[in-house]
């Protein structure tokens, strides 16, 4: 969950896309799509949205009806309030909403029939399938709703994660370039005066540079496609500080930048892991068998292909 708690601590952004540019919460075709279902709510719902991140899909419900009453919870040590300014858009929403960090969709912490509904945006899949449908069961009153969007293994979001997993996977490679990094970062740090390297240093310098940037032109000539040429010169970019500012680096700040790069990595994993293909679809409709009266499945498609799973379950 450190991956988690690493990334929600360090965006302003309230959704887990777009790495940090959405600071307002989602906007476009699932900005209107629950839009359309707040619109049928009653006007003082208790609402809670699980697996909320910094609570992008709570903070559209309150900026939609400032009646309803929104909890949000999710398994990271989540305070988006610790982020956000007074004279930030989303403060007042934020500061209205009910955050629930460390809590999680297994074992929620709410009691029993508390809520109307219970929304997901691409959180509920991340949990335990039954585990989690039995706290949502629990917590909604009789009658209540579940609705949640769910990542589908065949959306074009999906894909993109494989994608990326694929070339930060080559990037991870023993002896590749995060290790030829590192070992730059502990010989920057050797270097006492930086301004004037001896004759030795100077050639030792050369060749480490010469070195990397043959294995960034390697790494580079391993992506087949525009869309991987994307994702390297993204995850490049956050590498390339640690070469280009080579006067100020020492071996802990490439570590950092690294350890960034992984926690990336697990959240991609994680993406990877929760998205769901038909046959499970199939398996969480069996678990609603028992306690809820209805479940019901359907595809949102865009123009680009399929976006992700609906799922609309009646306690
Ligand atoms: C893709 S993010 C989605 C967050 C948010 N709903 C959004 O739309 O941006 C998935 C979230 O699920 C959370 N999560 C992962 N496993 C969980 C679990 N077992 N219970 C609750 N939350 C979990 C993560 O911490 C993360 O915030």
């Known amino acids: 969950m450190q991956h988690w708690n690493s990334y929600w601590s360090g965006t302003k952004s309230l959704n887990s896309f777009a790495e940090g540019e959405h600071s307002q919460g989602y906007v476009?075709?699932?900005a209107s799509f629950w839009q359309n279902i707040f619109n049928t709510l009653p006007q003082l719902a208790t609402i809670l949205d699980l697996a909320s991140g910094n609570g992008g899909l709570a903070v559209l419900a309150k900026q939609f009806n400032s009646?309803?009453?929104?909890f949000a919870s999710d398994a990271a040590n989540i305070d988006p309030l610790l982020l956000y300014f007074p004279s930030d858009?989303?403060?007042?929403?934020?500061?209205?909403?009910?955050?629930?960090?460390?809590?999680?969709?297994e074992n929620l912490v709410?009691?029993?029939?508390k809520f109307d509904y219970v929304i997901s945006q691409f959180g509920f899949e991340y949990a335990e399938s039954a585990a989690a449908l039995?706290?949502?069961?629990?917590?909604?009153?009789?009658?209540?709703?579940?609705?949640?969007?769910?990542h589908?293994?065949?959306?074009?979001?999906?894909?993109d994660c494989r994608l990326g997993l694929k070339v930060i996977n080559n990037l991870n490679q023993v002896d590749g370039l995060l290790t030829q990094l590192q070992d730059f970062g502990r010989f920057c740090q050797t270097m006492e005066n930086k301004n004037h390297l001896s004759p030795k240093q100077q050639i030792q310098f050369k060749q480490k540079n010469v070195n990397l940037l043959q294995l960034f032109k390697e790494e580079q000539s391993k992506c087949s496609s525009e869309d991987e040429l994307d994702w390297y010169n993204?995850?490049?970019?956050?590498?390339?500080?640690?070469?280009?500012?080579?006067?100020?680096?020492?071996?802990?700040?490439?570590?950092?930048?690294?350890?960034?790069?992984?926690?990336?990595?697990?959240?991609?994993?994680?993406?990877?892991?929760?998205?769901?293909?038909k046959l499970d679809i199939e398996g969480i409709k069996l678990l609603t068998n028992n306690n809820w009266s209805?479940?019901?499945?359907?595809?949102?498609?865009?123009?680009?292909?399929?976006?992700?799973?609906?799922?609309?379950?009646?306690?």
């Open 89 to 105: 858009p989303s403060y007042q929403h934020l500061k209205s909403i009910n955050f629930y960090g460390n809590t999680l969709s």
């Open 152 to 159: 589908h293994q065949d959306s074009f979001i999906s894909a």
């Open 234 to 277: 993204l995850l490049v970019k956050e590498l390339l500080p640690a070469i280009i500012n080579w006067q100020n680096t020492d071996e802990k700040k490439v570590i950092k930048i690294i350890e960034n790069l992984h926690s990336f990595q697990r959240r991609l994993q994680d993406q990877n892991m929760a998205s769901q293909s």
């Open 28 to 30: 476009g075709k699932i």
């Open 134 to 150: 039995l706290e949502v069961n629990r917590v909604l009153k009789s009658g209540g709703e579940f609705i949640a969007l769910i």
């Open 110 to 113: 709410f009691d029993s029939g």
């Open 67 to 70: 009646g309803f009453d929104v």
């Open 294 to 315: 209805s479940c019901k499945f359907d595809v949102v498609n865009l123009r680009n292909g399929v976006l992700c799973w609906v799922m609309r379950a009646q306690k």
